[in-house]
Each structure stands twice: as C-alpha cells, then as structure tokens.
C-alpha cells in the first residue's frame, strides 16, 4: 500500500515562499507520478502541479504557473512544491496524490492521497 504523507504547511504572509513536501512510501517511489491539490473551505479541490513518473514532465495551474516548481528526489522518496509570493488566495489545504506510471496533469485520476497540510497566507 502506497502512503503518503504532507508536510511543510503553516501561516505565512504574503509575498514570502513556501516548500511543501511529499514524502512517498510503500511502492517503487520511480514508477509514480505525484500531483498536487489544493481545497479552499466551501470550494472544490483543485489540481495545482504534478510531475511524471519518469521525471521531465510538469503541469501547473494557470493560478501557481510562474511561481511554483515541482520537483522529486528518487533517492529520499520525496516531491516537493515550492511556492513563491503567495497570496490570501493560496490559502487552502494541500494534498498529494499518486498514481502508477501517471504521466501528470488533472485529468487522470491518482490512486493514492496523503492527508494534507494546511497552508494559511495572512498578514
């Protein structure tokens, strides 16, 4: 069973950058695509980024594009998300998921989904 766990989440001001990571176990780390999520309260999850599960390969949303990377280390097991000057509007909970040679973006679904980390940007 593949797990995942979230973790670098907290309250932030605007304008400053943000690492959230991914930490994957349980499967062949190499053989899986990672996306992540975010969900504000009364809204829909939405993607945000995601990553091949061969590397080389990156979606963003249009509202993270430019100021977010994606990026894994097969040898820790890990995806990370960096955000740069975020916003109020970043504000939200953010999941990883996976999903076995998942080539990236929303439209394929992911088989497994970490808990979330809450990121809050607030002055």
């Known amino acids: 069973q593949v797990q995942l766990v979230e973790s670098g989440g907290g309250l932030v001001q605007p304008g400053v950058s943000l690492r959230l990571s991914c930490a994957v176990s349980?499967?062949?780390?190499?053989?899986?695509?990672v996306g992540w999520f975010r969900q504000a309260p009364g809204t829909e999850r939405e993607f945000v980024a995601s990553?091949?599960?061969?590397?080389?390969?990156?979606y963003y949303a249009e509202s993270v594009k430019g100021r977010s990377t994606i990026s894994r280390d097969n040898a820790k097991n890990m995806v990370y998300l960096r955000m740069n000057s975020l916003k109020p509007e970043d504000t939200a909970v953010y999941y990883c998921?996976?999903?076995?040679?998942?080539?990236?973006?929303?439209?394929?679904?992911?088989?497994?989904w970490g808990q979330g980390t809450q990121v809050t940007v607030s002055s």
């Open positions: 998921a996976a999903g076995l040679r998942h080539n990236g973006g929303s439209l394929t679904p992911y088989e497994y």
């Open positions: 990553i091949k599960w061969s590397g080389g390969s990156f």
């Open positions: 349980g499967g062949t780390f190499s053989n899986y695509g």
